[in-house]
């Protein structure tokens, strides 16, 4: 019965969680498997407009890489980070969920087309994770045994992270800012004098 366990187990992950997560292993294995490949799926603006390959603004997003370390690595902090946050900030709160993942897409896609950037799901992740730091900043982090710190201090770690391992971290800072665009408008700007809620969740979600 251990494959119902395990059923039930997912089917308990919050649902923009699950269907984020599983989208994301099964590009994965897809690719692994040959069924498609990165150049299907990578975000390309010219074709995107002018060969309407719309599903290029959601793929490039689904694709962390191979099977690998740096697949692990985001697939991991994609699913606790996305998790937390959907049953804490946002528990009850789907749409505004979904409202928050539109707002990073798009922002994230507009300074990829100016960037030159064709996958944006590291980027992504990142901007949950600072959403979450933000939201949670008394909670006292442990990163693989070696540095203990703040919350807030997670996203900047990760970035160092990134830099120890020879990576580039313009995706990193992307990410870092598009989860700090979210941040202010939707819990600093709203609670200052004259201050009110930009981002507003559509009746359609």
Known sequence: MAHQSLWIGYLE????????????????LAVQ???VTPYDLYFNPYKVIHQHQWWRLLTNFLFFGT???????????TYKYCRTLEESSFRNKT???????????????????FANLIFLGHAFTLMLV??????????????????????????????GFSLLLGNSVQIDLIG?????????????FPNQPGGFRIIRTPHIL
């Open 176 to 188: 870092i800012s598009v989860g700090h665009a979210y941040y202010f408008l939707e819990d600093v």
């Open 33 to 35: 498997m040959e069924m």
């Open 95 to 113: 749409s505004d969920f979904v409202m928050m993942f539109l707002f990073g897409a798009v922002l994230t896609l507009i300074i990829a087309y």
């Open 67 to 77: 099977l690998s370390f740096n697949f692990v690595f985001n697939i991991i902090f």
């Open 13 to 28: 992950i919050p649902v923009v969680t699950r269907a984020y997560t599983t989208a994301c292993v099964i590009t994965t």
């Open 130 to 159: 600072y959403v979450w730091s933000r939201r949670n900043p008394l909670v006292r982090m442990n990163f693989f045994g070696i540095l203990n710190f703040q919350a807030p201090l997670l996203p900047l770690v990760i970035l």
